[in-house]
């Protein structure tokens, strides 16, 4: 499969993740799920609408753009795909949620202009599915670069294993803004993601910095 074809896979099963997920928040089937149902929105409307779709163009543009601008730093068609492969895109995710955690504690959440480009993100205090996408364009951009960064570090790598870390970059990053706690075998991880982050978004004050794991919030002692 070309890299074409697999980064626009990739982008149509995290539109269905995202539209899916958001869904199952709003079906009154879920709505014992919700986390922080006693919350009220403080964007709704246009102006959630209008950021979210920007973000939602921003986002696919930025992985067309960084993927193919980084050229063979990032991708090698040469390289072929295979079960160790997975390995490298585990480690390659779990570098960037390092880095991530680094730069949204001390930069995002410090002092200087980075912190008030995500409290845009932090003016929704109950994240549901469709408020992943809530952010300054600046972050949407900084979070896809260092990814690409890490990965053209560890890289280059073939189109698929390229592919199957923006998939669970991307989706993750969804289902930790699902806002639902859905106790049930195959969910209970996700789940406490979603929890985690939850309890990230109530104030600009609190811990649970890293994106993809609780682990790093665990090591340095900033787990909530």
Same mark, same amino acid.
């Given at each position: 499969?070309?890299?074409?074809?697999?980064? &626009?896979?990739?982008?149509?099963?995290?539109?269905?993740?995202?539209?899916?997920?958001?869904?199952?928040?709003?079906?009154?089937?879920?709505?014992?799920?919700? &986390?922080?149902?006693?919350?009220?929105?403080?964007?709704?409307?246009?102006?959630?609408?209008?950021? &979210?779709?920007?973000?939602?163009?921003?986002? *696919?543009?930025?992985? @067309?753009?960084?993927?193919? *601008?980084?050229?063979?730093?990032?991708?090698?068609?040469?390289?072929? @795909?295979?079960?160790?492969?997975?390995?490298?895109?585990?480690?390659?995710?779990?570098?960037?949620?390092? @880095?991530?955690?680094?730069?949204?504690?001390?930069?995002?959440?410090?002092?200087?202009?980075?912190?008030?480009?995500?409290?845009?993100?932090?003016?929704?205090?109950?994240?549901?599915?469709?408020? $992943?996408?809530?952010?300054?364009?600046?972050?949407?951009?900084?979070?896809?670069?260092?990814?690409?960064?890490?990965?053209?570090?560890?890289?280059?790598?073939?189109?698929?294993?390229?592919?199957?870390?923006?998939?669970?970059?991307?989706?993750?990053? &969804?289902?930790?803004?699902?806002?639902?706690?859905?106790?049930?075998?195959?969910?209970?991880?996700?789940?406490?993601?979603?929890?985690?982050?939850?309890?990230?978004?109530? $104030?600009?004050?609190?811990?649970?910095?890293?994106?993809?794991?609780?682990?790093?919030?665990?090591?340095?002692?900033?787990?909530?």
């Amino acid at each position: 499969m070309s890299l074409l074809w697999i980064l &626009i896979l990739v982008l149509a099963s995290s539109g269905a993740m995202f539209f899916g997920v958001q869904a199952a928040w709003n079906s009154k089937r879920c709505e014992r799920f919700r &986390i922080r149902p006693e919350m009220s929105k403080k964007v709704t409307g246009p102006k959630l609408y209008k950021r &979210i779709g920007g973000n939602l163009v921003l986002s *696919g543009i930025t992985v @067309f753009a960084l993927t193919y *601008g980084a050229g063979g730093w990032l991708i090698d068609t040469a390289e072929a @795909f295979g079960p160790g492969k997975l390995i490298l895109a585990l480690a390659i995710l779990l570098v960037y949620d390092f @880095f991530y955690y680094l730069m949204h504690r001390f930069a995002f959440h410090g002092v200087g202009w980075l912190k008030k480009v995500h409290a845009v993100h932090h003016i929704v205090r109950a994240p549901t599915a469709i408020e $992943s996408l809530f952010l300054h364009p600046m972050e949407t951009f900084l979070g896809q670069f260092l990814l690409t960064a890490v990965a053209c570090v560890m890289g280059p790598l073939d189109p698929l294993t390229w592919g199957v870390i923006l998939f669970v970059h991307s989706n993750l990053n &969804i289902i930790v803004h699902a806002g639902l706690d859905i106790q049930v075998p195959g969910l209970r991880l996700f789940s406490a993601l979603a929890r985690k982050h939850a309890k990230h978004h109530v $104030s600009m004050r609190g811990g649970n910095f890293a994106s993809l794991t609780p682990l790093w919030d665990m090591m340095f002692g900033t787990t909530e």
